[in-house]
T-cell receptor
């Protein structure tokens, strides 16, 4: 069947290199951001999140950077591995006060890791 | 996987037939969501629920209805399926009080012929 990866921006890296995936968000009032990873045939999986009162947050091999001035979010993956190959989505909470926990998702970036 | 299951996982149906997709959770979370995912569009919210019998529309709700008669089940119904509703459908839930992180089910691939 047709893959969710079609029509997406793509990033191809060599195994062991660092990857940077970018996302522009739309609402300056958004106060919470998440990165998800989606492997083929599976549902999105949480990677890391960040609140608008921070500009950087680190996890295991991943770092999220938030630039509120230009409404830009990035995900950095250190020492990229073949298992990191997937579609990566950013999502934002549109600043509704969190009463319904609604998220708006970007269209995603397909990351391919070459051995 | 936050105890989320979806059924069926795959379905092929004909235009004009009714279809119901089920999302079941085992962890008693308040917020549940239905998304569809299509190439070039990412995840789009269809409907969501913030409690038993409390639901609201998302950005692509036309042609869909939902019901939540008990906490653990959130049903998505296509009253009369159309080919434009061929998609992969994901259910998600949010753990209230722990941020806006949503956990997703495995998805249902629906084909409307």
């Amino acid at each position: 069947g047709e893959s969710v990866g079609l029509h997406l921006p793509t990033l191809s890296v060599q195994e062991g290199d660092n990857s940077i995936i970018n996302c522009a968000y739309s609402n300056s009032a958004s106060d919470y951001f998440i990165w998800y990873k989606q492997e083929s045939g599976k549902g999105p999986q949480f990677i890391i999140d960040i609140r608008s009162n921070m500009d950087k947050r680190q996890g295991q091999r991943v770092t999220v950077l938030l630039n509120k001035t230009v409404k830009h979010l990035s995900l950095q993956i250190a020492a990229t591995q073949p298992g990191d190959s997937a579609v990566y989505f950013c999502a934002e909470n549109m600043g509704s006060g969190g009463s319904n926990y609604k998220l708006t998702f970007g269209k995603g970036t397909l990351l391919t890791v070459n051995p | 996987d936050a105890g989320i299951t979806q059924s069926p996982r795959h379905k092929v149906t004909e235009t004009g037939t009714p279809v119901t997709l089920r999302c079941h959770q085992t962890e008693n979370h308040r917020y549940m969501y239905w998304y569809r995912q299509d190439p070039g569009h990412g995840l789009r919210l269809i409907h969501y629920s913030y409690g038993v019998k409390d639901t609201d529309k998302g950005e692509v709700s036309d042609g869909y209805s939902v019901s939540r008669s008990k906490t653990e089940d959130f049903l998505l119904t296509l009253e009369s399926a159309t080919s434009s509703q061929t998609s992969v459908y994901f259910c998600a839930l949010a753990r209230a009080g722990l941020g806006n992180e949503q956990f997703f089910g495995p998805g249902t691939r629906l084909t409307v012929l």
